[in-house]
């Protein structure tokens, strides 16, 4: 697998985790719910057992008063055509049925006959043993009980209708359903509330970091009403101290070395004006010597100059000055000396006016434009575009490309790409693209490299500057 491809791998499996807040309120919703799961299966168990067992015992009860009364009420000459009267003084109760066996004659009910009854009853009353089951006869659910009467070659038979009891039970289970899903949507949200409490002492120090990561090294946590977080805030806030002092103590030092260095170097191109003035009376070689300090000398005075504007930007001490520019206009008459470059401007470019430092963000389209000549072979666009809350400005070259990899680097201090040859060839300093992105992100904005569009990797680069055209009092 490639670097490209392992890396939106990687970056495909972090989107895919789960926050710590989520996974809070998960574990919440999961533990209603197992609850809820066991507080309804074992509800819904013991109910179904009492009303069972309270439906059979007082169904038990009711057939052995009935068999009882039949048994008292019989005669040795007694026949079928005997029972119905016998039956009309029982017993009833209701959704059941009564099927009664004299010899091998039997009484059969409105909707039962013989053949409903399970053949298992059958069998122990056969052996003159009562027996119960419960059955599905005709699509319901029913209790059959058979009793014999020892006294007779007979047996009563009891069959009550469950269907009732089935219907209470399926109410049942709907509302412990509904239960279960109400206390899993409570338990959630009570997961949800107790991890933002729980979190909020962390989301402070992320929000913290990330000011400070943007520049505000004054950051501070404020003291929390626990003893552990206030631990926290203060090992917080002493890193962030120890931070503050150590960018600032490097921030004086690079700007005080830069000063000291001005002084010398001033002394350096007056005597090397005094020989340039006096070239043609050198030797070939000692003009050559003379030439390649030169050149070292102008870039050794860059280098000292844009060291001591990153010092600034370390130390906090850059500040915008901004005044109201038209974008396109400004952008045409800061390059109007490079003929090679097309413009691309949006139909509104007259009016495209926003709030902008003009030094800084003439600095960064020089930059931009400086190693597009050094390095990209020539710029050949400018672009300029617009969306509701900010302005892109691309600048594209015919160079050979940047790679991916050299893409999360090329903006850091001194980065040098492939393409920029050996240190001191190019006159580069290797702070240029650094302080194009550091007066982008003064503005608010931001700076990134791209393919042009349409082409594909090695066939040109597309930096693009953007800057937001809200907050522009900034």
Do not use: C
Request: avoid cysteine.
């Amino acid at each position: 697998m490639s670097n490209e491809k392992y890396d939106q791998a990687q970056n495909l499996s972090y989107k895919l985790k789960l926050g710590l807040r989520t996974r809070i309120s998960l574990f919440f919703a999961v533990g209603g719910l197992l609850v809820s799961i066991g507080l309804s299966g074992a509800t819904l168990v013991l109910t179904r057992q009492q009303l069972i067992d309270s439906r059979e015992n007082a169904a038990s009860a009711f057939a052995l008063t009935n068999a009882t009364r039949l048994s008292n009420q019989l005669t040795p000459d007694s026949s079928v055509e005997d029972l119905p009267s016998i039956v009309d003084s029982m017993t009833k109760i209701e959704g059941s049925q009564r099927l009664i066996r004299i010899g091998n004659d039997w009484l059969p009910s409105q909707e039962l006959d013989r053949e409903d009854i399970p053949e298992n009853i059958l069998n122990r009353v056969t052996e003159l043993k009562a027996g119960q089951l419960r059955v599905e006869i005709n699509g319901k659910t029913r209790l059959v009980l058979g009793i014999p009467l020892q006294l007779f070659d007979a047996a009563y038979f009891a069959i009550v209708d469950l269907t009732d009891l089935e219907e209470t039970l399926d109410d049942l289970r709907i509302i412990l359903f509904g239960a279960g899903a109400g206390v899993t949507s409570l338990a959630a949200l009570l997961g949800w509330w107790i991890s933002r409490r729980t979190l909020r002492p962390l989301r402070n120090v992320r929000e913290a970091a990330e000011a400070i990561a943007g520049g505000r090294l004054d950051t501070r946590l404020i003291r929390q009403s626990d003893p552990d977080l206030d631990r926290l805030s203060e090992s917080f806030n002493e890193m962030a101290r120890a931070l503050e002092e150590r960018i600032h103590r490097d921030a004086r030092f690079a700007s005080e070395v830069s000063h000291e260095l001005r002084s010398p170097l001033t002394t350096l191109k007056a005597s090397v004006g005094v020989l340039e003035s006096r070239k043609n009376e050198l030797s070939k070689r000692s003009q050559t010597a003379l030439d390649l300090l030169s050149r070292d000398l102008e870039r050794f005075n860059r280098l000292v100059s844009e060291l001591l504007e990153i010092s600034g930007y370390d130390a906090g001490a850059a500040s915008l000055e901004l005044e109201e520019v038209n974008i396109a206009q400004f952008i045409q008459a800061t390059t109007r000396n490079d003929t090679s470059i097309t413009y691309m401007l949006p139909a509104n470019a007259d009016s495209l006016v926003m709030n902008v430092d003009k030094r800084r963000l003439a600095r960064a389209l020089s930059n931009l434009l400086d190693n597009a000549h050094r390095y990209g072979n020539g710029p050949t666009l400018i672009e300029v575009s617009t969306n509701e809350n900010s302005i892109q400005i691309a600048v594209e070259d015919a160079g050979p490309g940047i790679s991916i990899e050299e893409r999360k680097i090329i903006f850091d201090r001194f980065s040098r790409g492939s393409s920029s040859g050996q240190r001191g060839d190019d006159g580069g300093t290797g702070l240029g693209l650094s302080l194009v992105q550091e007066d982008a992100r003064l503005h608010g904005g931001k700076v990134w490299v791209e393919n042009p569009k349409g082409t594909e990797s090695g066939t040109g680069s597309r930096f693009v500057i953007e800057l937001p055209t809200i907050g522009e009092e900034l």
